[in-house]
Structure formats: structure tokens, C-alpha cells
């Protein structure tokens, strides 16, 4: 079992900037993706963008050229640096881990999620 520990939510006004951070410990040797979701109030959880082991990432079409997905492999852990914000982002942020296969990714851990409000 993977354990994600997230951390970097917060308020912030349309235009500002947010970094969210993970944390990833456990059973590391299973995963070669990490990625977060997001979950805004009577929506369904997206998938905004992720990364694998080798740095091939992807993104949720309407985060293009805002957010940006880094890894630091050696200390397991994923950051999500949000830029140009907008109330639509937010919501609930959920980091997650699993692994990457030819054109989909697959993930089965999941962080506790953490709160990003950006007010307009």
C-alpha cells in the first residue's frame, strides 16, 4: 500500500498562484505515476494532470499552460504549481499514485485531499 500525505492548499484571488506537494511512502516500488484529481462540489472528480517515473505527463485541457507537474523521484514526491488561478478551479485536490500504461494511466492510491479556493 502507497501512503500520500498532501499539503499546500489554501485561498488565494483569481490570478494568484498556489504549489501543492505530496508525499508518497509505503510500497514505492509499485508505482511509476503519480497524479492529482480534482473534486469541485456536485462534480465528478477529474484527473488534472499527472507524471510518470520518466517524466511523461499529462493534462486536463482547460489547466494548459497554468498548472505544471514535477516529480522529485528521489524523494517521492509530486508537485502540482498552479499559476494564473481562476474560481473555476476550485475544489477539493486529491493526490494520487499508480502506474502508466500505453495511453491511459491507472491510479489506485489516494491522499486525503486538500482544499484550494479561489475566490473571483
Do not use: H
Not at 508537485?79 to 495511453?103: H, I, W
Not at 491522499?111 to 484550494?116: E, M, P
Amino acid at each position: 500500500q502507497v501512503q500520500l500525505v498532501e499539503s499546500g492548499g489554501g485561498l488565494v484571488q483569481a490570478g494568484g498562484s498556489l504549489r501543492l506537494s505530496c508525499a508518497a511512502s509505503g510500497r514505492i516500488f509499485s508505482i511509476n505515476a503519480m497524479g492529482w484529481y480534482r473534486q469541485a462540489p456536485g462534480k465528478q472528480r477529474e484527473l488534472v494532470a499527472a507524471i510518470s517515473t520518466d517524466g511523461i505527463t499529462s493534462y486536463l485541457d482547460s489547466v494548459k499552460g497554468r498548472f505544471t507537474i514535477s516529480r522529485d523521484n528521489a524523494k517521492n514526491t509530486v508537485f502540482l504549481q498552479m499559476n494564473s488561478l481562476k474560481p473555476e478551479d476550485t475544489a477539493v485536490y486529491y493526490c494520487s499514485a499508480g502506474r502508466v500504461q500505453p495511453a491511459r494511466w491507472i491510479f489506485d492510491s489516494w491522499g486525503q485531499g486538500t482544499q484550494v479556493t479561489v475566490s473571483s
